[in-house]
């Protein structure tokens, strides 16, 4: 009698059983939780936020880590930051090379945001100030080269605003023109396309921070 248990109870053997599946349950739970969130792709040396984010301090205090901007978004280019972020894990971030912010008229994302953290004030994409596309790699450059790419140029959405072709002689050649891109920071909105579309293995124009990345809100 004294080797049964009371009904309902469970034995000594099933309770170990049973405490030690937990362990490999929580971890797979985790591991699939884990799968939802990226890790910072690059070292452009900022995270690239999407449209309307307030500088960062103030968007890192705002921010819910809800998610919403990143279902909203209909390219799937906002992402979840992981662990390695630190105070950011949970935030959205756009990865250009990955996919860029294509610029949704109706700004999606910003609308679908319940904190703050992307400025509702936004309602025009050219105001949109994520960052600053800049060549950094002139030597590489296939149209600076020469070599008529302008992948870059043409795949702008704010064409012959943001990013404009500088006609110059080719001396190399000494008779053909080279159509450099010159990039306009002042018109420039940071969404990544270039940088998505340049046909090299290594992107030789990137987006980096600007001093309008840094502002407190899109109180135009």
């Known amino acids: 009698m004294g080797d049964e248990n009371p009904k309902g109870s469970i034995s000594r053997r099933q309770f170990l059983k049973g405490s030690a599946v937990t362990p490999l349950a929580l971890m797979l739970a985790g591991g699939a939780i884990a799968s939802v969130y990226l890790r910072p792709a690059d070292a452009r040396g900022f995270t690239l936020r999407p449209p309307g984010a307030v500088a ?17 978004c209909p390219y799937q280019a906002i992402k979840l930051a992981g662990g390695e972020a630190g105070a950011g894990i949970g935030t959205p971030v756009i990865t250009p090379r990955e996919t860029p912010c294509y610029l949704c008229q109706d700004l ?4 679908a945001c319940p904190s703050g953290a992307l400025d509702k004030k ?20 296939l149209s600076i080269r020469g070599l008529r790419c302008e992948v870059c140029y043409r ?10 072709l500088q006609l110059r002689h080719n001396t190399r050649t000494d008779e053909h023109t080279i159509m450099e891109p010159v990039v306009h920071k002042e018109k420039c909105v ?6 998505n579309s ?10 980096r921070r600007t001093v309008e990345v840094q502002k407190d809100s899109y109180d135009f």
């Open 198 to 207: 340049c046909v090299l293995p290594k992107p030789v124009i990137v987006v």
């Open 155 to 164: 795949q702008c959405p704010l064409i012959d605003k943001a990013i404009t």
């Open 56 to 72: 960062e301090k103030r968007f890192l205090a705002a921010c819910v880590r809800c998610g919403m901007c990143a279902q909203a």
């Open 190 to 195: 940071g969404c990544g396309i270039c940088e």
């Open 122 to 141: 936004l309602e025009d994409i050219e105001q949109v100030r994520m960052g600053t596309a800049v060549i950094i790699d002139r030597e590489s450059c």
């Open 108 to 111: 999606p994302c910003v609308k």
